[in-house]
């Protein structure tokens, strides 16, 4: 743990099981990525993957300037997931059931070389099996992308899993329904695109979503 | 639009629809917020709400040296939607619908006597209805919370709603199903808490979420 990870972690919260990160890197969608920019803060959302203890984002070229940095860029990454609303019987103890992982470090651009590798890592984080089911990228699309890696060594990963807090002794309303509410995230009925004949099954790694 | 908001727009995707932002707004449950600290960036998940032109921030005290700021701190704060996964037929024009503000500005304390109706603003938007139904702050709760208000001046909205790029002329497999897979955030079965006796119903608040 560094100074950082220390200034950002909520004690009771904190956890340093490799495990919990990991599953929370794997279930979540969207990474949140702050950087300097001349002397101002910027966060944009990005797509990411993982392999081992290495992340890798991948933004739109419209993140060009961040994105153009060969000698690495000192970054913060956030991933968070919702996994709940906790009711209690005020508003002062009402609060999140959440996983959130932020991880501090240089971010640097993947070389030509392993840029595929780290491509596919972001696809099958996003939509797993489907590399194999489509055309991979060509050495246009590859020259054309940038990914970045950043160490998963400096991370600091807090949550909440539990109900609201209340106490036998209180004063508070019992009439009133406290609890959690669990929020999830699920895919809805796929929508084949115009040049997708009816009679084409939906793929794999779109079933495995449904 | 600010220079900030155009460096950060793609200029396909961007809209200045206030609707679109409020929308979002509404329906995502956490900000991350960017900032500096020393010399590095930090990002952290935030509960939010809104006011109309104004955003609330809402930390645990985890956050302190952030939070403690009395002068304001320069800040950019992402808000994103994950609306679908979008299967094309190569994994370079694959990507995903979504919808995302940044924002940038300067994050001032909400003085002690606006503290209340900017924690309703929180409240409210995580969990519509519930301000109402519980105990409200006391004196002692609203002096130990901070809340920071973020003017909603200089955004940059980006989305994407649409299927997959596909060209009748390519030369792409089309055995393979292309199209979206929507994604949407659902509550699950409610969980009463220990101290919730069994004859108490589930609140207004919580009922509209299922």
């Known amino acids: 743990m560094s100074e950082r990870t220390q200034l950002t972690r909520m004690h009771d919260r904190g956890t340093d099981d490799p495990e919990i990160l990991y599953r929370l890197l794997d279930e979540a969608r969207v990474a949140h990525v702050a950087f300097i920019r001349r002397d101002y803060p910027v966060v944009l959302p990005m797509a990411f993957g993982r392999d081992g203890n290495r992340l890798f984002l991948h933004g739109s070229t419209g993140a060009g300037a961040f994105l ?41 651009p ?68 406290a609890g959690v509410v669990p929020l999830r995230t699920v895919a809805g009925v796929p929508e084949p695109s115009p040049l997708t004949d009816s009679s084409v099954p939906v793929s794999d790694s779109v079933r495995s979503l449904l």
């Open 110 to 177: 993947v070389p030509e070389a392993h840029k595929e590798k780290a491509l596919r890592a972001v696809t099958e984080h996003l939509m797993p099996g489907r590399w194999d089911e489509v055309r991979t990228p060509t050495a246009k699309e590859l020259a054309a992308t940038t990914v970045l890696e950043v160490p998963l060594s400096e991370v600091s990963v807090k949550m909440r899993a539990a109900g609201p807090g209340e106490d036998p002794g209180d004063s508070e309303d019992r009439s009133v329904w």
């Open 68 to 108: 153009a940095s060969r000698t690495g860029l000192e970054v913060s990454v956030a991933v968070t997931l919702v996994d709940g609303l906790v009711f209690a019987r005020s508003t002062f103890d009402s609060t999140m059931n959440y996983r959130s992982a932020v991880v501090f470090g240089l971010a640097t």
